[in-house]
């Protein structure tokens, strides 16, 4: 082993000291060969880690043609029966997409009916799914690894549940499969020993790159981590390749937490924690590779509301019937506009009934000049209804089927932007001064406050109607909602919005906009926050904000 990755393995057995729940790991040095680790041969729960050698066994069968990429596969409303993962499971059933988009979904926002899918393109071209992506796990040396079931219906089991009957991983063998992509990347010889060229090699890391919610590499300098996600009731896991600042890989990684505690004795979900040492973990990686300097990080944690002037710092909030502080400065919308724009359209409706069933045509065109959302990474013309295409918004910030409402409206001869003005004429300090052109995911540009979201909020609380329906869905929930307790039976009950907290690099010159509603015991309870410009570690401060708030409603 060698110094830098002997430093490293000490780095991360003190940082794993430090959270409470055992972490199984394994670092692999490509351009060394060395190795570090601890309990790395342990026998876990592979959840959605087990998506990347699924991915590889498709794809050696497009390799030697029993399978095209552009094959294509239909969602039905039967694959959505106990779907938590993905975008798919909330929009109207009948899509159609290509192999190429179903592993696309797969592998960025992990959509279980895609997977599901993906299973099936196997089962049809080799007469046993699981067989075969068993013979292939076992051929690249992941010995540790035996697929058992197609779709686990994951957020459904209780906190011990056995893994007996699940499909199981190590860490050891999440990397060491990593490790032989990375190489494949470059070299045909090692991509044959996969089933694959360099070419499908590259595919697969491209995916992996564009991951949703990437935790391994949220907080990295200048590297970036082509990872996969794994998400458990007791468990969280994180496996992927360091690329240099040239997208060169560099190390291969696999990270599992396992048994983290539902609640901390401090009253934080114990999640919250554990998405805090993948970040921290991620950056150490970086600094021992590429020589970074990681930055500490803020914890997110309960605070009582006396002190949350002097934790929350530069943040503007009000939560209704609590504690505000400048609800009334004028911000941009930076990250709300889209609340804005689904409630215009919500009104629309009430005299163009039929509306939300009508069908927009998402297009390359409007991938091209999309910021935001997974469906830019897809690819040909795709159909979805006006209802499902709001639901995107809200639920991914899509900025590429938001473009493609903002032109159907416009052939439609709606002036959206009138129907905007006329929403928000109620509120004092919310100005509408556009629409995008290039999109986040956003619909309109404009100003608010605080104390104008929280209107809007309860307006929504009191109607009911189909805004909070929307709400309700939002995947992978972030800003105020990101460290609120739990998945599956631990959830706590929450409607929010698809927020810019967790975008980097995108509309730095603007803040970042968060609303949340919570179920309290006296009902439901809005709040809403800005973070201006310049705001330190502004998912910790939203998280903390959103989590105090539910511990003291």
């Keep these: 082993m060698t110094t830098q990755l002997g430093q490293l393995e000490l780095r991360i057995r003190q940082l794993a000291?430090?959270?409470?729940?055992?972490?199984?790991?394994?670092?692999?040095?490509?351009?060394?060969?060395?190795?570090?680790?601890?309990?790395?041969?342990?026998?876990?729960?592979?959840?959605?880690?087990?998506?990347?050698?699924?991915?590889l066994a498709c794809l050696a069968l497009v390799q030697s043609g029993r399978l095209s990429l552009d094959d294509t596969y239909?969602?039905?409303?039967?694959?959505?029966?106990?779907?938590?993962?993905?975008?798919?499971?909330?929009?109207?059933?009948?899509?159609?997409?290509?192999?190429?988009?179903?592993?696309?979904?797969?592998?960025?926002?992990?959509?279980?009916?895609?997977?599901?899918l993906v299973f099936q393109a196997i089962e049809d071209a080799t007469g046993d799914a699981l067989q075969s992506v068993n013979d292939y796990c076992a051929q690249?040396?992941?010995?540790?690894?035996?697929?058992?079931?197609?779709?686990?219906?994951?957020?459904?089991?209780?906190?011990?549940?056995?893994?007996?009957?699940?499909?199981?991983?190590?860490?050891?063998?999440?990397?060491?499969?990593?490790?032989?992509?990375?190489?494949?990347?470059?070299?045909?010889?090692?991509?044959?020993?996969?089933?694959?060229?360099?070419?499908?090699?590259?595919?697969?890391?491209?995916?992996?790159?564009?991951?949703?919610?990437?935790?391994?590499?949220?907080?990295?300098r200048q590297g970036v981590m082509a990872e996969k996600n794994g998400r458990g009731i007791r468990g969280l896991s994180q496996v992927g390749l360091l690329l240099d600042v040239a997208g060169q890989p560099v190390a291969s990684v696999a990270v599992f937490a396992e048994h983290i505690p539902v609640e901390l004795m401090d009253g934080t979900p114990g999640r919250a924690r554990a998405i805090e040492f993948f970040a921290e973990c991620g950056q150490v990686i970086e600094h021992a590779f590429l020589s970074t300097t990681p930055d500490e990080l803020v914890?997110?944690?309960?605070?009582?509301?006396?002190?949350?002037?002097?934790?929350?710092?530069?943040?503007?909030?009000?939560?209704?019937?609590?504690?505000?502080?400048?609800?009334?400065?004028?911000?941009?919308?930076?990250?709300?506009?889209?609340l804005f724009f689904a409630c215009t359209l919500a009104e629309l409706e009430k005299n163009e009934p039929g509306l939300f069933d009508e069908t927009i045509e998402i297009t390359d065109e409007h991938r091209a000049q999309a910021n935001t959302g997974s469906l830019r990474h897809l690819?040909?013309?795709?159909?979805?209804?006006v209802d499902d295409a709001l639901r995107l918004m809200i639920a991914s910030g899509d900025g590429s089927v938001t473009l493609a409402l903002l032109g159907y409206l416009h052939n439609r001869g709606v002036d959206v932007l009138e129907q905007g003005r006329r929403f928000v004429a109620g509120l004092p300090n919310t100005t509408i001064t556009g629409v995008e052109d290039r999109s986040s995911g956003e619909g309109f540009t404009g100003y608010t406050t605080v104390a104008d979201l929280l209107i809007v909020l309860r307006q929504l609380i009191d109607h009911n109607g189909r805004v909070k329906e929307w709400m309700s869905s939002v995947f992978e929930p972030a800003g105020l909602a990101c460290a609120l307790p739990g998945y599956g039976p631990h959830t706590a009950e929450h409607w929010t919005i698809s927020g810019w907290a967790r975008l980097d690099g995108i509309h730095a010159h603007e803040g970042r906009t968060s609303v949340l509603i919570l179920r309290g015991p006296r009902g439901l309870?809005?709040?809403?926050?800005?973070?201006?410009?310049g705001t330190m570690d502004v998912p910790a401060k939203f998280g903390s904000l959103g989590l105090s708030a539910l511990a003291h409603s």
């Design 17 to 55: 000291d430090r959270y409470p729940f055992a972490v199984h790991w394994q670092i692999r040095d490509l351009s060394s060969g060395h190795v570090a680790g601890d309990a790395d041969r342990t026998v876990l729960g592979a959840f959605s880690t087990r998506k990347v050698c699924v991915l």
């Design 379 to 385: 690819t040909g013309a795709l159909q979805v209804s």
């Design 140 to 220: 690249v040396g992941m010995y540790d690894t035996l697929h058992r079931e197609i779709f686990p219906r994951s957020g459904q089991l209780p906190w011990s549940h056995s893994i007996e009957s699940m499909t199981v991983t190590s860490a050891h063998d999440q990397a060491l499969l990593l490790e032989k992509l990375a190489y494949g990347c470059t070299d045909e010889r090692e991509a044959a020993k996969l089933g694959l060229n360099s070419e499908l090699c590259g595919f697969a890391v491209e995916l992996m790159g564009n991951l949703f919610t990437p935790m391994l590499g949220a907080r990295l």
């Design 74 to 116: 239909t969602i039905d409303e039967q694959l959505k029966d106990g779907v938590q993962a993905g975008i798919m499971r909330n929009l109207s059933a009948g899509i159609e997409l290509t192999l190429r988009d179903h592993l696309a979904q797969m592998m960025i926002t992990s959509d279980n009916i895609c997977t599901q």
């Design 299 to 338: 914890a997110r944690q309960v605070v009582v509301p006396n002190y949350w002037e002097q934790e929350f710092g530069e943040l503007l909030y009000s939560v209704e019937g609590g504690r505000a502080v400048n609800d009334d400065i004028v911000f941009t919308f930076s990250g709300v506009g889209k």
């Design 525 to 533: 309870v809005p709040l809403a926050a800005h973070a201006p410009v």
